[in-house]
């Protein structure tokens, strides 16, 4: 089996695969200051209660943006699966160019979408990420990662509101009844979650002029089925795209 593992800033997603079929996924916060027996200890749970073999993993590929998790985790891989984990960074084999200026600037995360995105749905497309930070990455139809837009995610963007406007409360994100809100409550969330939204639509309309209008745009993230039940600006949602990204990195560089 492989274990795949995507590690946000918020959130870490844990995937099983044997061979292409996805056995198992879990979403799971992010804790900075995991140990590599902690980690090991939760995912051993995860198996457990899914009644897969802990043992029976045998490889490991791991994209992180988070540095301080990346030693842990593969001191985690390298003591209880006895194998030396597969690593996105500098040097893996993507088969796509990356016209970033500066190649080793761009996160693995967003890499391994583009490639899951242009292998699931061709090009020109463009990745919708919502996570900590939103992240719009742009695919020509020769298969090449041009770059993109980084934006606060809308979580931050809550919470910000709750920091620095003293009267305000902390509020959930989710969609309200209507855009004009009756109350404060209401008009953060008509705010926040519509706000967002026209953002969001905002920048994938200029990317589609630079690109093309026939540009295929994907949607994944956590955040990433609330916002855009209300969107014609997305033409798939796939949650999963990240971990099928890491699948297809780890077949390409056996």
Same mark, same amino acid.
């Given at each position: 089996?492989?274990?795949?593992?995507?590690?946000?800033?918020?959130?870490?997603?844990?995937? !099983?695969?044997?061979?292409?079929?996805?056995?198992?996924?879990?979403? *799971?916060?992010?804790?900075?200051?995991?140990?590599?027996?902690?980690?090991?200890?939760?995912?051993?749970?995860? /198996?457990?209660?899914?009644?897969?073999?802990?043992?029976?993993?045998? &490889?490991?590929?791991?994209?992180?943006?988070?540095? @301080?998790?990346?030693?842990?985790?593969?001191?985690? $891989?390298?003591?209880?699966?006895?194998?030396?984990?597969?690593?996105?960074?500098?040097?893996?084999?993507?088969?796509?160019?990356?016209? #970033?200026?500066?190649?080793?600037?761009?996160?693995?995360?967003?890499? $391994?979408?583009?490639?899951?995105?242009?292998?699931?749905?061709?090009? @020109?497309?463009?990745?919708?990420? /919502?996570?900590?930070?939103?992240?719009?990455? &742009?695919?020509? &139809?020769?298969?090449?990662?041009?770059?993109? &837009?980084?934006?606060?995610?809308?979580?931050?963007?809550?919470? %910000?509101?709750?920091?620095?406007?003293?009267?305000?409360?902390?509020?959930?994100?989710?969609?309200?009844?209507?855009?004009?809100?009756?109350?404060?409550?209401?008009?953060?969330?008509?705010?926040?979650?519509?706000? #967002? *939204?026209?953002?969001?639509?905002?920048?994938?309309?200029?990317?589609? !002029?630079?690109?093309?209008?026939? %540009?295929?745009?994907?949607?994944?993230?956590?955040? %990433?089925?609330?916002?855009?039940?209300?969107?014609?600006?997305?033409?798939? $949602?796939?949650?999963? *795209?990240?971990?099928?990204?890491?699948?297809?990195?780890?077949?390409?560089?056996?």
């Amino acid at each position: 089996m492989l274990l795949a593992l995507d590690v946000g800033n918020t959130n870490t997603v844990v995937g !099983v695969f044997e061979g292409q079929t996805l056995l198992r996924h879990w979403r *799971l916060s992010t804790r900075r200051e995991g140990t590599r027996d902690e980690y090991a200890m939760l995912i051993k749970g995860l /198996f457990d209660f899914a009644g897969l073999d802990f043992q029976g993993v045998s &490889a490991v590929i791991i994209s992180s943006v988070v540095p @301080p998790l990346q030693g842990p985790l593969e001191e985690m $891989v390298r003591q209880y699966f006895g194998v030396e984990p597969m690593v996105v960074g500098p040097g893996i084999k993507t088969g796509m160019p990356i016209l #970033y200026e500066s190649p080793r600037d761009v996160g693995a995360d967003r890499i $391994v979408n583009a490639v899951a995105a242009f292998e699931a749905y061709g090009g @020109p497309c463009i990745v919708v990420d /919502f996570g900590t930070a939103t992240t719009f990455d &742009a695919i020509s &139809a020769r298969g090449e990662y041009i770059g993109g &837009a980084i934006c606060p995610g809308i979580g931050i963007s809550a919470e %910000a509101l709750f920091q620095h406007a003293a009267k305000l409360p902390r509020v959930d994100v989710t969609q309200p009844k209507a855009i004009i809100g009756k109350n404060t409550v209401g008009s953060m969330q008509a705010g926040l979650f519509y706000g #967002y *939204l026209s953002l969001v639509e905002g920048v994938v309309a200029r990317m589609r !002029v630079e690109l093309g209008d026939r %540009a295929t745009v994907i949607a994944t993230g956590g955040l %990433a089925q609330l916002l855009l039940a209300e969107s014609t600006a997305v033409d798939r $949602v796939d949650p999963l *795209l990240t971990l099928t990204g890491l699948r297809i990195l780890f077949e390409r560089n056996q």
